[in-house]
């Protein structure tokens, strides 16, 4: 689900200018220097065609054993931890048979780890969207804060994915001329993943009739100056597409928008949320998926779960199918309440799961051994994830309809192969015909 999310209106242009950016980088790489060590670092300096400059990530050796310890080290793995680590330990049972073990920081409290930017900046797969100076200067403004946010779980789940796999994400930064931009990271056949993309997209300009014209019909009442809406929206969205019929997909997209009104107030709003789509039915998988997500919920409100589980199965539902696209999760949109500071702790504890939830579901199927069968069953599973995105994603339409948007960016959720056959339908009884059920009646997991 491609998504984009606002940031600030005023001095944009600093923020924006390759010698602003060129000159902060220098002065990111010389504070790094004193720094032995980096856990999460992208490594040296290095040319890009797109920007001058980015982060190079460390590729994993091809042959490193994937039997070892999946590590969640530095400021990310503590910021992860606490979210989930009551939902991770309740599901261990569930896992014993899986080839990993996931190591979690001995902090047993939540550290917010927001004061040092320029630390938290070291960890990332590139330089973020925005200037640093400019983060700096601006630390405790909500947008400053959710890039932080966005591009941290970003490095989190891009370094957790290269350990499992071995295979390294091509990290690609990209600007947009009306305002913005973004680093998408992708990562095509791999050894365990076909396709493997998580984008951090951070734009603002103005708002096009067509996008505001959705929001509108979501119940938002948005009174622009001379015809125009000066907005800022930032995310991070990604979705995985594994070989192996067993791993499922997996999709997560959390992001934040700011509109400033003719009067000059601003409205604002949190969306997002994280969906699995497996091939065959496990029923281990989807409690382990769904309890770390409820885990995380009912830190902030115990009606979050279950709302956002039934929301999540309305929206991911093919309409010509009568079926949804998988076994769900968690979706909201349009949270602006109890106040910024709540709904922001809430998106924080969220992006916080979506290594735990996912990773260790991955190492369970990695050595799943699966037939011909299998495959072709996936294949035409992910025909229908294809049909659900281009036809119905809210977040697909918006970018469309956004001028400067990144085509590449948006349809990154799209797998490398997919089929469609005429009037295909499971035989009965078969494990196919079992999923093709769940999907048609979704399930309460947990």
Same mark, same amino acid.
């Given at each position: 689900?491609?998504?984009?999310?606002?940031?600030?209106?005023?001095?944009?242009?600093?923020?924006?200018?390759?010698?602003?950016?060129?000159?902060?980088?220098?002065?990111?790489?010389?504070?790094?220097?004193?720094?032995?060590?980096?856990?999460?670092?992208?490594?040296?300096? /290095? $040319?890009?065609?797109?920007?001058?400059?980015?982060?190079?990530?460390?590729?994993?050796?091809?042959?490193?054993? @994937?039997?070892?310890?999946?590590?969640?080290?530095?400021?990310?793995?503590?910021?992860?931890?606490?979210?989930?680590?009551?939902?991770?330990?309740?599901?261990?049972?569930?896992?014993?048979?899986?080839?990993?073990?996931?190591? &979690?920081?001995?902090?047993?409290?939540?550290?917010?780890?927001?004061?040092?930017?320029?630390?938290?900046?070291?960890?990332?797969?590139?330089?973020?969207?925005?200037?640093?100076?400019?983060?700096?200067? #601006?630390?405790?403004?909500?947008? /400053? @804060?959710?890039?932080?946010?966005?591009?941290?779980? *970003?490095?989190?789940?891009?370094?957790?994915?290269?350990?499992?796999?071995?295979?390294?994400?091509?990290?690609? #930064?990209?600007?947009?001329?009306?305002?913005?931009?973004?680093?998408?990271?992708?990562?095509?056949?791999?050894?365990?993943?076909?396709?493997?993309?998580?984008?951090?997209?951070?734009?603002?300009? +103005?708002?096009?009739?067509?996008?505001? #014209?959705?929001?509108?019909?979501?119940?938002?009442?948005?009174?622009?100056?001379?015809?125009?809406?000066?907005?800022?929206?930032?995310?991070?969205?990604?979705?995985?597409?594994?070989?192996?019929? +067993?791993?499922? $997909?997996?999709?997560?997209? =959390?992001?934040?928008?700011?509109?400033?009104?003719?009067?000059?107030?601003?409205?604002?709003?949190?969306?997002?949320?994280?969906?699995?789509?497996?091939?065959?039915?496990?029923?281990?998988?989807?409690?382990?998926?769904?309890?770390?997500?409820?885990?995380?919920?009912?830190?902030?409100?115990?009606?979050?779960?279950?709302?956002?589980?039934?929301?999540?199965?309305? =929206?991911? =539902?093919?309409?010509?199918?009568?079926? $949804?696209?998988?076994?769900?999760?968690?979706?909201?949109?349009?949270?602006?309440?109890?106040? *910024?500071?709540?709904?922001?702790?809430?998106?924080?504890?969220?992006? %916080?799961?979506?290594?735990?939830? =996912?990773?260790?579901?991955?190492?369970? +199927?990695?050595?799943?051994?699966? $037939?011909?069968?299998?495959?072709?069953?996936?294949? &035409?599973?992910?025909?229908?994830?294809?049909?659900?995105?281009?036809?119905?994603?809210?977040?697909?339409?918006?970018?469309?309809? /956004?001028?400067?948007? #990144?085509?590449?960016?948006?349809?990154?959720?799209?797998?490398?192969?997919? %089929?469609?056959?005429?009037?295909?339908?499971?035989?009965?009884?078969? @494990?196919?015909?079992?999923?093709?059920?769940?999907?048609?009646?979704?399930?309460?997991?947990?």
């Amino acid at each position: 689900m491609a998504t984009i999310v606002f940031y600030s209106f005023k001095n944009r242009a600093q923020a924006t200018s390759r010698r602003s950016f060129i000159s902060n980088l220098k002065w990111l790489s010389r504070a790094g220097q004193s720094r032995p060590s980096c856990p999460l670092s992208s490594g040296p300096l /290095t $040319t890009s065609r797109t920007t001058g400059v980015r982060f190079m990530s460390h590729g994993t050796a091809a042959g490193r054993s @994937r039997r070892g310890v999946l590590a969640l080290s530095g400021a990310a793995a503590v910021t992860t931890a606490a979210a989930a680590l009551a939902g991770f330990l309740a599901n261990v049972n569930h896992f014993r048979q899986a080839e990993m073990a996931t190591l &979690v920081p001995r902090a047993a409290e939540e550290t917010d780890q927001e004061g040092d930017i320029l630390s938290r900046c070291r960890g990332f797969m590139s330089p973020p969207v925005t200037d640093v100076g400019v983060l700096r200067e #601006r630390k405790d403004e909500m947008c /400053t @804060r959710m890039e932080m946010l966005i591009m941290e779980t *970003q490095a989190e789940f891009c370094k957790a994915l290269q350990e499992v796999d071995g295979g390294t994400f091509k990290v690609d #930064r990209w600007d947009r001329k009306e305002g913005g931009g973004g680093i998408s990271c992708v990562m095509q056949d791999g050894e365990v993943f076909e396709k493997a993309g998580v984008n951090v997209s951070v734009v603002f300009g +103005h708002l096009t009739e067509d996008a505001a #014209r959705q929001m509108r019909s979501r119940g938002k009442v948005l009174k622009g100056k001379d015809g125009k809406l000066p907005f800022c929206a930032m995310g991070v969205s990604s979705v995985i597409h594994p070989k192996n019929p +067993h791993i499922p $997909t997996v999709h997560f997209n =959390y992001r934040y928008f700011e509109i400033e009104e003719e009067d000059g107030s601003k409205q604002w709003w949190f969306g997002g949320g994280t969906d699995l789509t497996p091939v065959y039915v496990n029923k281990d998988d989807a409690f382990h998926f769904h309890n770390t997500l409820k885990e995380a919920c009912d830190k902030h409100h115990s009606q979050y779960y279950p709302d956002f589980k039934k929301w999540c199965d309305r =929206y991911f =539902y093919i309409r010509h199918r009568g079926e $949804t696209r998988g076994i769900g999760g968690i979706f909201f949109d349009d949270l602006d309440a109890p106040g *910024q500071e709540e709904a922001f702790g809430f998106v924080k504890s969220c992006a %916080r799961t979506v290594v735990p939830c =996912y990773l260790p579901i991955v190492y369970k +199927h990695l050595h799943d051994p699966f $037939t011909d069968q299998e495959k072709h069953w996936q294949q &035409v599973r992910r025909g229908r994830y294809v049909e659900f995105n281009l036809v119905y994603d809210r977040g697909v339409k918006f970018g469309l309809a /956004t001028p400067g948007s #990144r085509i590449e960016s948006i349809l990154m959720s799209l797998p490398l192969t997919a %089929r469609w056959e005429y009037m295909h339908e499971p035989v009965c009884g078969t @494990r196919e015909a079992e999923m093709l059920e769940v999907l048609r009646n979704p399930k309460e997991w947990v």
